[in-house]
């Protein structure tokens, strides 16, 4: 048994944009539809369904979730690296332009790091690696509520394909602070960062060209916009407009003269108590826009493995991207580690 590639897609499409139609010949709406291929994919508890129709449906799946992760990743990535997008097999030359000189560059390489000495060198050759990712979900959720956890499944693998980078580019600014390739004026490190130290640093990266930008989990975000009301100075010259964005806001977008970019970082047990990225560390950004700390060639988009637990019956993934990952211009990052804040 298999599914039809063609008219999955169309209807996975469908039912995750809200754009369900009915059939006018069967009479059946999308959200029938979607049911019935969760429960020939997953079963109905009466037989044991084929578990090639299970690697059928996460591959269209993730298909569908690289779709949507795309405009995600781009957005995010675009604050602080250069992307570009390459055929699997392809070879890809980074440039280091002179304006700011790279003498040193990180590569992440899936379970470490790499050092790189450039010297004189103006570009240099990205090498992919395969950066993993482990997922799992529930069928019986997709069976009993099809529509709802659908899309829930194609945002959280949309989301872990953000995660995945993050995770790499928080090594690659692990291995650079230890280093002292990240200049050590660009590293905050400690309890309760201030938002006096916080504001330096911005001031520092905003040298560089454009406003900076601060990516970090929102507990971080929220920590060090809230100083700001109780700072003795900046208190009194806060707008309104920023103090309506602290008391109703759930995301917070703008810490003094820097963006706020929020991680996707949800909890990964039912006890709330852990979540993928460490919410002590955040990263700021020059807002210079040719040349970001970061470049990131992308070969190809994510591709699954799937197996089903025997156990519990959960649908295990391990999500593969090809990608080459690498820090060249340290001195335009700047990096919070925060001990203070927990979850």
Same mark, same amino acid.
């Given at each position: 048994m298999s599914l039809n590639a063609t008219e999955m897609k169309k209807l996975f499409n469908r039912v995750y944009k809200n754009e369900m139609i009915e059939d006018a010949e069967t009479k059946l709406h999308d959200s029938d539809s979607i049911k019935a291929v969760c429960q020939k994919v997953f079963g109905d508890g009466g037989q044991t369904p084929d578990p090639s129709m299970l690697h059928q449906f996460n591959n269209l799946v993730v298909e569908l979730a690289e779709e949507v992760a795309k405009p995600l990743v781009t957005e995010m990535l675009g604050f602080f690296a250069n992307k570009v997008s390459a055929t699997r097999g392809d070879i890809k030359q980074i440039k280091t332009p002179n304006k700011i000189k790279a003498k040193i560059v990180w590569s992440a390489n899936g379970s470490g790091v790499d050092l790189i000495r450039v010297g004189g060198m103006k570009s240099i050759v990205a090498v992919p690696k395969t950066f993993t990712a482990g997922f799992y979900y529930e069928p019986l959720d997709l069976v009993q509520d099809s529509v709802n956890n659908f899309r829930a499944l194609v945002n959280?693998?949309?989301?872990?394909?953000?995660?995945?980078?993050?995770?790499?580019?928080?090594?690659?600014? @692990?291995?650079?602070? @230890?280093?002292?390739?990240?200049?050590? +004026?660009?590293?905050?490190? %400690?309890?309760?960062?201030?938002?006096?130290?916080y504001n330096k640093l911005a001031s520092r990266l %905003?040298?560089?060209g454009g406003k900076p930008v601060l990516v970090a989990d929102t507990l971080m975000i929220d920590d060090l916009a809230m100083k700001q009301v109780s700072d003795a100075t900046i208190g009194k010259i806060i707008p309104e407009s920023a103090k309506i964005e602290l008391f109703s806001a759930m995301n917070i977008t703008a810490i003094g003269?820097?963006?706020?970019?929020? !991680?996707?970082?949800?909890?990964?047990?039912? +006890?709330?108590? +852990?979540?993928? !990225?460490?919410v002590q560390e955040g990263f700021m950004f020059a807002g210079e826009a040719s040349q970001k700390p970061f470049t990131v060639v992308e070969y190809g988009g994510m591709r699954q493995f799937t197996e089903q637990n025997m156990e519990d019956e959960r649908i295990k993934l391990k999500l593969n991207q090809d990608a080459s990952i690498v820090l060249v211009y340290a001195e335009t990052l700047g990096f919070i580690k925060d001990t203070a804040l927990t979850l």
């Amino acid at each position: 048994m298999s599914l039809n590639a063609t008219e999955m897609k169309k209807l996975f499409n469908r039912v995750y944009k809200n754009e369900m139609i009915e059939d006018a010949e069967t009479k059946l709406h999308d959200s029938d539809s979607i049911k019935a291929v969760c429960q020939k994919v997953f079963g109905d508890g009466g037989q044991t369904p084929d578990p090639s129709m299970l690697h059928q449906f996460n591959n269209l799946v993730v298909e569908l979730a690289e779709e949507v992760a795309k405009p995600l990743v781009t957005e995010m990535l675009g604050f602080f690296a250069n992307k570009v997008s390459a055929t699997r097999g392809d070879i890809k030359q980074i440039k280091t332009p002179n304006k700011i000189k790279a003498k040193i560059v990180w590569s992440a390489n899936g379970s470490g790091v790499d050092l790189i000495r450039v010297g004189g060198m103006k570009s240099i050759v990205a090498v992919p690696k395969t950066f993993t990712a482990g997922f799992y979900y529930e069928p019986l959720d997709l069976v009993q509520d099809s529509v709802n956890n659908f899309r829930a499944l194609v945002n959280d693998l949309a989301e872990a394909k953000i995660r995945l980078y993050m995770k790499e580019i928080s090594k690659l600014t @692990s291995a650079a602070v @230890s280093a002292t390739t990240i200049p050590t +004026t660009n590293v905050i490190s %400690g309890s309760n960062t201030s938002i006096i130290d916080y504001n330096k640093l911005a001031s520092r990266l %905003g040298r560089f060209g454009g406003k900076p930008v601060l990516v970090a989990d929102t507990l971080m975000i929220d920590d060090l916009a809230m100083k700001q009301v109780s700072d003795a100075t900046i208190g009194k010259i806060i707008p309104e407009s920023a103090k309506i964005e602290l008391f109703s806001a759930m995301n917070i977008t703008a810490i003094g003269r820097t963006t706020a970019l929020n !991680l996707v970082n949800p909890f990964l047990d039912a +006890t709330n108590s +852990t979540v993928e !990225l460490n919410v002590q560390e955040g990263f700021m950004f020059a807002g210079e826009a040719s040349q970001k700390p970061f470049t990131v060639v992308e070969y190809g988009g994510m591709r699954q493995f799937t197996e089903q637990n025997m156990e519990d019956e959960r649908i295990k993934l391990k999500l593969n991207q090809d990608a080459s990952i690498v820090l060249v211009y340290a001195e335009t990052l700047g990096f919070i580690k925060d001990t203070a804040l927990t979850l």
